[in-house]
């Protein structure tokens, strides 16, 4: 493992490592990202070209780790794939524009909110029928009822 300190994912630090690139197991540790999913990040083409030894090692470069670190960090911040695509894309074109970046933001950041919306509304729900239930050791349970309902 490169000289690497045994540590937990989410305390790998980059400075730890003493030369680059660095294997898969490597790469995921110091990315908190699982080697699987670093292949599927791999195989969407959001790291680009990776570098393989001539025995077809991956090798993943500090760049390479740092694109990882952000798209888990937007994973973290809920953004589905086609989002962290276009800001990974985004992130590595330092012509952009940063209002393409607000607008992808400000997409997520109104999903959001109807999903919140749409969670709170069910917890009313719930709520009210957690009230009217009695909770004993009776068949009767306006829940199922409720549910039953069509």
């Known amino acids: 493992m490169k000289n690497v300190p045994r540590v937990a994912p989410d305390e ?3 400075d730890a490592v003493s030369s680059w690139p660095v294997n898969i197991g490597l790469a995921a540790q110091l990315s ?5 999913m670093l292949r599927h990040y791999e195989s969407l083409g959001l790291l680009g070209e990776v570098v393989r030894t001539e025995s077809n090692y991956r090798q993943y470069s500090l760049a390479d780790v740092h694109t990882l670190r952000f798209i888990r ?13 276009e800001l990974v894309s985004l992130w590595h074109n330092r012509r952009r524009s940063s209002a393409s970046v607000k607008r992808i933001a400000q997409k ?7 999903r919140i919306e749409a969670l709170q509304s069910m917890q009313r729900s719930l709520d009210g029928l957690l ?8 068949p009767f349970c306006p829940i199922l009822d409720d549910l039953a309902q069509l």
């Open 12 to 14: 790998a630090s980059l």
């Open 32 to 36: 908190s990202i699982s080697p699987k």
């Open 73 to 85: 960090r937007a994973r973290d911040m809920g953004f589905g794939l086609d989002a962290i695509t």
């Open 108 to 114: 997520h950041h109104d999903e959001l909110a109807l």
């Open 131 to 138: 009230c009217h239930c009695p909770g004993d050791d009776r």
